[in-house]
C-alpha cells in the first residue's frame, strides 16, 4: 500500500476509534436516561427490580435509576450486579447478565454528569423487561400449600409436598416454579414421585420446617412412601428455583418426563431469607405438557456430597484453614451436556470444573473465581457441550475457612464439612456441601450444533 494512504487509513482509524471513545467518556455527546441508560437497565436490571422481582427496589423509571444513580454506578464498576458469578472469559451460558466495558463506563459517565433524562416522553413504557413466567402459559397450574413466614428475620428451610390428581397421565416438557414472594424465596429445588395407585398424595402433612428434625422422619411424616412401604419413583429436579434465574425449557424433543395421575412433587429444602414481616408465600408450579413422548430424554449425574463420585480429601474443613477439595468420575459413554449446577455454601470460595478428555484435551465446564452462596444459577450452554466416553469430569474448589471470610459462620471459625448425624446430609446452611450436577443427554451426531438458546 501507498505509505500515504496508509497514514491517512490509520490516521481516520485513530480518529475513529477515538471518537467512539468519547461518546461514551468525554462527555462530546451528553448521555440520557431515555437514550443511553435505560436500555442498558431494562435489560439487565429491570427483569429482578420490579415488583416481585426478587429484588429489594424497582428500577424502573427515571426517578427509580436517578435516585440510586451513585450506587449504581459503583455496583455495577464493582460487577457486583447484575449477579453473574461465572467467569465469561471461561465458558458462556444462555441468558447471561453482563455489562460490557462500554454500557460500565456510560452508566458512571451518567451518573456523574447531571443525570440527564432525555426525553422521557418518548420512553415507551415498554412490557419486554416484565419478569412474567418465561416459558409462557401453563396448561396445568398446581398450587403449593401455603407457607407462613414468621417476621423473625431468620433464615427459614422447609420441606414441602405438592400433591396433584389428573385424569390421566401426561407428557411434560418444563416445570416452573412461579415464588409467590421472589424477595424471600431464595431457592427450590423439586422433585416429583410417582406413587402406586393404592397411595393417596393427599394423605400426610405438607409442610415441615426442616432443622434438626430427622430426614427419614420427615418423609415418613409428609407420606412419601407407596402403601407397602417402598420409596415411588423419583424424577429428579423436576423444577428449580432461584432468584434471577428462568424455568428452563430445552428445545422441542429434549427433556421431560411423564406425569402420572397419582403423584406429588416434593420441594425438598424450599430456603426463604430472613423477613422482618409476616408473610404467606403461595407459590405455584406451572406445568408445560409435551404432545409425546420427549425423544431425547434427560438424565442427571451429581458428584460431590450425596452424589456418585467422593470427594478427596473428605469434606471436613478445620478452623482457619484454607481447602482445596477435589470430585471425579470417569464417564463411560459421550455425553452431551446441557445445563450444570455448581453447588457450595457459606464457605465456599472458587469453584472449577472441567472435562480431561483421554487425548488430553481440556472440555471447559465453568470457573467460579468468587463463589458467592446468594446466586447459584443452574447454568444451561448456548450448545450441548460433547464430553467424550473415557473423559475424567473433574471438579476443584476451594473453601475459606478463615475469618477473612465475611460469610464465615461462626467466630471464632469451628470445624465445617459435611455432616451426616441428621439421617441427611448436610442439610444446614452452616454445614458444608460440594456438589456438581449435570443434566446430560447421551450423545448423538450433530448435537453440538442444537441451538439451546431458542426453546
Ligand atoms: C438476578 C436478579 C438481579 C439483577 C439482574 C440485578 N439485581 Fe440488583 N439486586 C438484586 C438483589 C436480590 C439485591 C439485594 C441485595 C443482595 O441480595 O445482594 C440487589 C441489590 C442491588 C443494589 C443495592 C446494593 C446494596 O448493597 O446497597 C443495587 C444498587 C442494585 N442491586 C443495582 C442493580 C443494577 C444497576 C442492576 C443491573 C445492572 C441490577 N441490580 C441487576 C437482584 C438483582
Known amino acids: 500500500m501507498n505509505p500515504l494512504k496508509f497514514q491517512r487509513l490509520y490516521l481516520l482509524a485513530v480518529l475513529s476509534s477515538l471518537t467512539s471513545f468519547c461518546l461514551v467518556s468525554c462527555g462530546e455527546k451528553e448521555l440520557t436516561f431515555s437514550e443511553d441508560i435505560a436500555p442498558i437497565v431494562y435489560k439487565n436490571c429491570t427483569p429482578c427490580h420490579q415488583p416481585n422481582g426478587g429484588a429489594p427496589f424497582n428500577l424502573i423509571t427515571y426517578t427509580d435509576v436517578a435516585k440510586r444513580a451513585k450506587t449504581i454506578a459503583f455496583v455495577t464498576r464493582t460487577r457486583y450486579m447484575p449477579p453473574w458469578p461465572a467467569d465469561p472469559h471461561y465458558t458462556h451460558f444462555i441468558n447471561e447478565r453482563l455489562l460490557s466495558e462500554a454500557e460500565i463506563a456510560m452508566i458512571q459517565t451518567w451518573a456523574s454528569t447531571g443525570k440527564k433524562a432525555g426525553d422521557t416522553v418518548n420512553l415507551k413504557p415498554t412490557l419486554s423487561y416484565k419478569r412474567q413466567s418465561v416459558l409462557g402459559t401453563p396448561d396445568l397450574i398446581i398450587d403449593v400449600p401455603p407457607v407462613n413466614i414468621a417476621n423473625d428475620n431468620a433464615d427459614q428451610f422447609y420441606l414441602i409436598k405438592i400433591p396433584y390428581q389428573i385424569k390421566e397421565a401426561q407428557y411434560v416438557k418444563a416445570v416452573e416454579y412461579v415464588a409467590g414472594q421472589p424477595s424471600i424465596v431464595h431457592h427450590a429445588n423439586g422433585h416429583l414421585l410417582l406413587f402406586d395407585n393404592a397411595t393417596n398424595p393427599f394423605d400426610g402433612q405438607r409442610i415441615i420446617k426442616t432443622g434438626d428434625t430427622n430426614f427419614v422422619e420427615r418423609f415418613n411424616q ?43 412433587f416434593v420441594a425438598n429444602d424450599i430456603h426463604y431469607g430472613p423477613s422482618k414481616k409476616t408473610l404467606i408465600d403461595s407459590s405455584k408450579l406451572y406445568v408445560y405438557f409435551a404432545n409425546k413422548k420427549p425423544e431425547r430424554p434427560t438424565f442427571e449425574i451429581m458428584l460431590g456430597t450425596n452424589g456418585v463420585a467422593p470427594i478427596v480429601p473428605p469434606l471436613q474443613i478445620a478452623p482457619n484453614a484454607i481447602s482445596k477439595h477435589i470430585t471425579e468420575l470417569t464417564i463411560y459413554n459421550d455425553i452431551s451436556v446441557l445445563t450444570i449446577n455448581p ?15 483421554p487425548n488430553g484435551d481440556t472440555v471447559r465446564l465453568i470457573h467460579i473465581p468468587q463463589w458467592q452462596f446468594r446466586w447459584q444459577y443452574f447454568y444451561t450452554f448456548t450448545k450441548p457441550v460433547r464430553i467424550p466416553k473415557g473423559s475424567i469430569i473433574r471438579v476443584e474448589a476451594v473453601f475459606d ?55
Open 222 to 264: 409428609l407420606k412419601l412412601l407407596n402403601s407397602n412401604g417402598s420409596v415411588p419413583t423419583r424424577v429428579h429436579s423436576a423444577f428449580n428455583y432461584l432468584p434471577g434465574s428462568f424455568g428452563v425449557k430445552y428445545p422441542n424433543g429434549i427433556g421431560g418426563f411423564i406425569l402420572s395421575p397419582n403423584g406429588t
Open 343 to 357: 453447588h457450595m455454601h457459606l464457605i465456599g470460595q472458587q469453584f472449577k470444573a472441567y472435562a480431561l478428555k
Open 401 to 455: 475457612n478463615t475469618l477473612k471470610n465475611p460469610n464465615n459462620p461462626f467466630n471464632p471459625p469451628q470445624l465445617i464439612g459435611e455432616r451426616n448425624d441428621h439421617g441427611g446430609a448436610s442439610m444446614r446452611t452452616t454445614d458444608e456441601m460440594l456438589q456438581f450436577i449435570i443434566t446430560y443427554m447421551p450423545y448423538e451426531k450433530g448435537d453440538e450444533n442444537i441451538d439451546l438458546t431458542q426453546p
